[in-house]
Structures are given as structure tokens and as C-alpha cells.
């Protein structure tokens, strides 16, 4: 690697409280190194990108979005799919990224999401072709999955956090768990493998259903993780005092089944477990009670284009405005890393001091 030099720093903001310009936020002084991989102040090394293709969402999670009066970003704000695939692009050739998620709002609201896919499943960078692969509500998969996956999408994660049409009615405010669970239908069926199931564990929501979750996954050769709720509501009314732990969780599955956990944990968010000696296997993402910070890879872009370092991070690094100023690759690789250079040790949720991220999880991408 080489000595670290200066370089021209791209504009740091404020991470925005609502679609819309921003005030330029004072940056303090930064050195960043121009070659090799996109590795931090801690020594963790980033591969992973998300990318949110848009803020929409065909449903209204209570603990994620309002019911209504949404601040939508506005379209012209938006990443083109051209600025979309240009900054993939830098960030797999030329940044050392080989997996891309695409995630939202939801992803698949995005008219042009299977031209997204073929354009960044043909990149190529040190490491080969990136990992493509998705979040999503599984609403559109009955018309899309095989196409996604001929266009080289490689697997999705999607969200069910009940099995109950009541309770998913009064959790997602749409009478949809019909059409969640073609989804995942679809999606087998088209070999986007391992399909994995993501359910935010909710104190006197859903708690009930966990082994029954587990016991709907494993079935049907599915992986089911579980989720803890973090503070990312559009509403700020989060409190760890009521919420599920990872500890709480395991609790409950091991009434229920022998679990074995699975070594090998890398800088994956969930620790897995066997299921009664396998194959079936189930996660816990325990983000607030056991954080992963010391192992973190990945990188969030917004749909409006910010570049952030973490779920929690309170600025951003604005790569529209780059793009938009003519900005060549080598200005777009200056701003990965040194965005990766202001990456905190931790979220600090556990900090007296920790402020909410502005925007909803929907802004942000998962």
C-alpha cells in the first residue's frame, strides 16, 4: 500500500433531517491513502456497498415509516441510473468492493431494477464480478424473480416478520401477507439461493411467533434471521428498554430446538446457528445488544446519491454533487476514502450522547 498523501476532499454534509439541500459542514483535516483497499483508521477493510435504488416503499412498517406524510426525496435529487451504475462502477474496479446490495424503500419499486442488475452483475473488478444480491418485501418477485436472476441477481433477503394476516395487516398497514409469500415462492423457484428471511423481533408485536418462524423457514429449506429493533424509526419512539435481544431470542429458540452455532462469522451482521443438527439454519443480527462495529466491511449510498459509513453516521459524503460537477473517477474514489478515513470505531448507541439518524431507514437503505 502506499504512504499516505493529502488529496482534495470532497464535501462532507450533514446527514439531511429532510429531502432537500444542505448546508456544507466544516471537514476536519484528512489524509487518505490512493491505492489499494478501502480500509479505515481501525484497520477493517470495505467490500461491501449497499445501495438504495429508492426511498418508496409499497408498505408502511410501524417501525419504519409514518402512515402518512412521507418527505419524499424529491426525483430530480434522485441518482440517475446512469450516476447509479458510474459510481458502482469506480467502486468495484477501482475501490476493491465485490459485493453490492440493492436495497430501499423498497428496491423493486424502481421501473428499470432489472437493467440495475444486468449493469452491475456484468462489472468486473480485482476480486472478479461483484456478489449482487437484494433486500426486499417480496411484492414483486411473482413477475420479477426470474428475471432478476437471469440478469445475475445472486439471492435476496426479505422481509416477513409474521405469519399472521392480522398481524401483518396492523404491522405493515397493507393486507399483503398473500402476496410476501409468493414472493418468497418466486424466489426459490427461481434459484436465488440461499433465500433468507429477515424478522425485526418485536416485544408484545411478534415475539410470540419466533419458533414458528423458524419452524416456517427450515420447512421449506429457507435460513430465518431475526432481527433486534434498532433506533431507526421515522418516528424516534425507540427504546432499548423495550426491545427483543439477541439474548432474548435465543432464549426463546432454544426451548424449542438444539442450536449449534456455526462458526466462521467474518463480517457478516448475524451469528447463525444450526437447527437440530442442520441443515436448517437461523440468525440473530444483535446490532444493539452485541454490536459487529469491529468488524463492519460496508458502505451505504443513499438514492439521492450521499455516500454514508455506517446506518448511524450523522454526515454524509455527497457524490451527486461530485458527479454532477463533472467530477472525474478519480475524485469519486477520493471521496470513498475519505469517507472511509471518518468512519467511527461504533454506532454509540450505547453512548449517553447518541442522536437518531435524521432520516428513516427508508431514506437511508438497509
Not at 77 to 99: K, N, S, W
Not at 256 to 280: I, N, Q, S, Y
Not at 328 to 347: E, N, S
Request: hydrophobic fraction near 45%; glycine fraction near 8%; charge should be neutral.
Amino acid at each position: 500500500m502506499s504512504s499516505p498523501v493529502p488529496l482534495p476532499l470532497p464535501v462532507l454534509r450533514p446527514a439531511a433531517t429532510t429531502p432537500g439541500p444542505v448546508a456544507d459542514a466544516p471537514v476536519a483535516d484528512a489524509r487518505v491513502t490512493t491505492t489499494g483497499p478501502l480500509t479505515d483508521r481501525f484497520g477493517r477493510v470495505h467490500r461491501d456497498l449497499r445501495i438504495s435504488l429508492t426511498d418508496r416503499c409499497s408498505l408502511r412498517c410501524t417501525y419504519c415509516m409514518p402512515a402518512e406524510g412521507v418527505p419524499w426525496i424529491p426525483g430530480t435529487d434522485l441518482l440517475t441510473t446512469a450516476e447509479l451504475v458510474r459510481i458502482a462502477t469506480v467502486a468495484v474496479e477501482q475501490a476493491g468492493i465485490d459485493e453490492l446490495r440493492l436495497t430501499g424503500g423498497e428496491p423493486l419499486l424502481r421501473a428499470d431494477v432489472v437493467d440495475v442488475v444486468a449493469a452491475l452483475s456484468a462489472l468486473r473488478g480485482p476480486h472478479g464480478a461483484p456478489e449482487v444480491s437484494l433486500t426486499t418485501n417480496a411484492l414483486r418477485l411473482p413477475q420479477l424473480a426470474s428475471r432478476l436472476a437471469d440478469a445475475g441477481l445472486t439471492r435476496v433477503n426479505i422481509s416477513i416478520d409474521t405469519l399472521r394476516a392480522d398481524r401483518f395487516l396492523a404491522l405493515t398497514r397493507r393486507d399483503r401477507l398473500a402476496d410476501t409469500l409468493a414472493g418468497i415462492a418466486a424466489a426459490d423457484a427461481a434459484g436465488l439461493h440461499p433465500v433468507k428471511l429477515n424478522a425485526v423481533a418485536m416485544r408484545g408485536v411478534n415475539d410470540d411467533e419466533l419458533v414458528n418462524l423458524v419452524r416456517f423457514a427450515t420447512e421449506r429449506d429457507y435460513e430465518m434471521r431475526f432481527i433486534e429493533q434498532m433506533p431507526l424509526d421515522a418516528g424516534h419512539s425507540w427504546r432499548r428498554t423495550t426491545m427483543v435481544t439477541g439474548a432474548e431470542i435465543l432464549e426463546r429458540l432454544a426451548g424449542a430446538f438444539t442450536l449449534t452455532p456455526v462458526p466462521g462469522r467474518g463480517a457478516a451482521p448475524a451469528e447463525r446457528w444450526l437447527v437440530d443438527g442442520g441443515p436448517g439454519r437461523v440468525g440473530v443480527i444483535a446490532s444493539v445488544s452485541q454490536p459487529f462495529c469491529g468488524a463492519c466491511d460496508r458502505l451505504r449510498l443513499t438514492a439521492d446519491g450521499q455516500l454514508r459509513s455506517c446506518l448511524f453516521a450523522r454526515t454524509e459524503t455527497d457524490l451527486r454533487a461530485l458527479l454532477r460537477s463533472g467530477a472525474d473517477d478519480g475524485a469519486l474514489v477520493a471521496a470513498f476514502r475519505t469517507c472511509v478515513a471518518g468512519k467511527q470505531p461504533g454506532h454509540g448507541i450505547d453512548d449517553p450522547a447518541f442522536l437518531q439518524p435524521d432520516r428513516p431507514m427508508s431514506a437511508i437503505g438497509g
